[in-house]
């Protein structure tokens, strides 16, 4: 599903945000990310969803060698990858339906069944009734479950998330991530980038270590 094979990224000005990560991630695996900041953590997973492009290496998702997709083809490839972010980034003068709606809008979706997407992804992260407000009258954790809602709703087989838990609480940190395994248990593919060691040891998932760009841990569920 998700397979680096000797992955370097460097930056201009000779800064490697990666060097020779290799690892594998198969299809219905939800796997946890860590190490301290600056260590590669963000690099990769933008890697994964062609926000960037490794300097060296092969990294393939779903088969496909993004080494070779062209600039045309991102947009489809980043439909299969769902996206979750710390800061959410929502659109504030677009309603919690219009966010949500915006990826299906981009596919060229009809409204009947954009509709229909929106208030299923919204029932799953338990916001039917918030379809109308706009982000800023949210709390943090309701922002954060928009963006959830946001990253399914094209029902992607592959889900990475950023750092989805770095601004909430312990118990908000906590229904995030049941709601990640809730999506697990239904065939998705997860990798969760994150600091919060504590939660992560709670759930018994395998979890890759970056330290300042490299692979150095592995451990498995």
């Not at 991102?74 to 990858?81: F, S, T």
């Not at 919204?122 to 946001?150: C, F, H, T």
């Amino acid at each position: 599903m998700i397979h680096f094979d000797n992955v370097s990224k460097r930056y201009p000005g000779g800064h490697e945000g990666l060097s020779g990560t290799s690892f594998r991630i198969e299809s219905g695996e939800m796997a946890f990310l860590t190490g301290h900041s600056g260590a590669g953590k963000s690099t990769l997973l933008k890697l994964i969803g062609l926000l960037e492009r490794a300097s060296r290496g092969q990294v393939w998702v779903n088969e496909r060698n993004l080494n070779k997709l062209s600039n045309r083809d991102i947009p489809y490839h980043r439909r299969e990858v769902g996206m979750i972010f710390q800061d959410h980034r929502l659109l504030h003068d677009r309603t919690v339906f219009d966010n949500i709606a915006l990826p299906l809008v981009v596919a060229g979706i009809g409204h009947q069944e954009i509709r229909r997407k929106v208030r299923a992804a919204l029932d799953k992260v338990g916001l039917l009734n918030k379809e109308k407000v706009y982000p800023m009258m949210l709390s943090g954790g309701e922002q954060q479950r928009v963006g959830i809602a946001r990253a399914v709703v094209t029902r992607p087989p592959v889900i990475l998330a950023d750092e989805p838990t770095g601004n909430l609480d312990p118990e908000l940190s906590r229904e995030i991530m049941d709601l990640f395994m809730q999506f697990n248990q239904v065939g998705v593919t997860l990798l969760i980038a994150t600091h919060d060691i504590s939660l992560i040891e709670t759930l018994g998932r395998r979890t890759l270590v970056l330290r300042q760009g490299k692979l150095v841990g592995d451990t498995p569920a």
